[in-house]
């Protein structure tokens, strides 16, 4: 069974640290490009970084450029999100999502390009 399963959120401060965690079931993470994606209350389900299959091409969501930082750990068929310097308005729930593309170099924030979509995460940022 597909599946992907994101781990990590939580409730900070702001200036605070997570990293989230999207673990892979059933398939090798290691052939398909990566994003992350979030959604806050009453709002778009918008990209916030992806990374391709060979890990050469990463892209950011100018709203957490410098802050973010995606990878991946192909032995442990896991991909994480390290959120830094943590803002109210990354509030959200989180989702990671995966394409197959023939091309290792492409990644995408566009949502709608997505395959396959884990459950999601809570984070809030809050004093």
């Known amino acids: 069974q597909v599946q992907l399963v994101e781990s990590g959120g939580g409730l900070v401060q702001p200036g605070g640290s997570l990293r989230l965690s999207c673990a892979a079931s059933g398939f090798a993470l290691r052939f398909y490009a990566i994003g992350w994606f979030r959604q806050a209350p009453g709002k778009e389900r918008e990209g916030v970084s992806c990374?391709?299959?060979?890990?050469?091409?990463?892209y950011y969501a100018d709203s957490v450029k410098g802050r973010f930082t995606i990878s991946r750990d192909n032995a442990k068929n896991t991909v994480y999100l390290q959120m830094n310097s943590l803002k109210p308005e990354d509030t959200a729930v989180y989702y990671c999502?995966?394409?197959?593309?023939?091309?290792?170099?492409?990644?995408?924030?566009?949502?709608?390009?997505?395959?396959?979509w884990g459950q999601g995460t809570q984070v809030t940022v809050s004093a």
């Open positions: 990374i391709s299959s060979s890990d050469d091409t990463t």
């Open positions: 999502a995966t394409r197959y593309y023939s091309d290792s170099l492409i990644c995408d924030l566009d949502y709608n390009a997505m395959e396959t």
